[in-house]
């Protein structure tokens, strides 16, 4: 669970996330204390996804990493007021490429939100 660059190319690196449980298998991670982290990491050491939830237990943001580490797509729910138009949590999507940069959030399709529900915890389609 390393930094950009690092694991993915190589690079052993300090853990920097603690794993507090798991959901569908999946290990839900949050930042260890005083590491400064929100997110979920960039690069995967050995999982295909991880989660990240709210204090209330409900999906903050599931990433979903390739077989070479490297992240490709996140779900989450939190503002994106550049989709809405507003501060409202919307559930969406983001696509990543090889240098770390990410698509514009997207309102999640159907097909991906049934093909990831076990993992949306808490979180409902919407139309």
């Given at each position: 669970?390393?930094?950009?660059?690092?694991?993915?190319?190589?690079?052993?690196?300090?853990y920097?996330?603690?794993?507090?449980?798991?959901?569908?298998?999946?290990?839900?991670?949050?930042?260890?204390?005083?590491s400064?982290?929100?997110?979920?990491?960039?690069?995967?050491?050995?999982?295909?996804?991880?989660?990240?939830?709210?204090?209330?237990?409900?999906?903050?943001?599931?990433r979903?990493?390739?077989?070479?580490?490297?992240?490709?797509?996140?779900?989450?729910?939190?503002?994106?007021?550049?989709?809405?138009?507003?501060?409202?949590?919307?559930?969406?999507?983001?696509?990543?490429?090889?240098?770390?940069?990410?698509?514009?959030?997207?309102?999640?399709?159907?097909?991906?939100?049934?093909?990831?529900?076990?993992?949306?915890?808490?979180?409902?389609?919407?139309?």
């Amino acid at each position: 669970m390393g930094g950009r660059g690092t694991f993915a190319a190589g690079n052993n690196v300090e853990y920097k996330y603690e794993t507090v449980g798991k959901i569908e298998g999946v290990k839900v991670l949050y930042g260890k204390e005083g590491s400064g982290l929100h997110d979920l990491p960039s690069e995967a050491h050995s999982s295909n996804m991880y989660i990240k939830l709210h204090k209330d237990g409900t999906l903050n943001m599931l990433r979903i990493y390739d077989n070479e580490h490297y992240l490709t797509t996140e779900i989450a729910y939190h503002p994106e007021p550049d989709l809405t138009g507003n501060r409202k949590p919307v559930l969406h999507i983001h696509y990543y490429d090889r240098n770390f940069k990410r698509t514009d959030a997207a309102y999640l399709s159907k097909s991906i939100f049934d093909k990831y529900e076990k993992y949306l915890i808490g979180r409902t389609w919407y139309d």
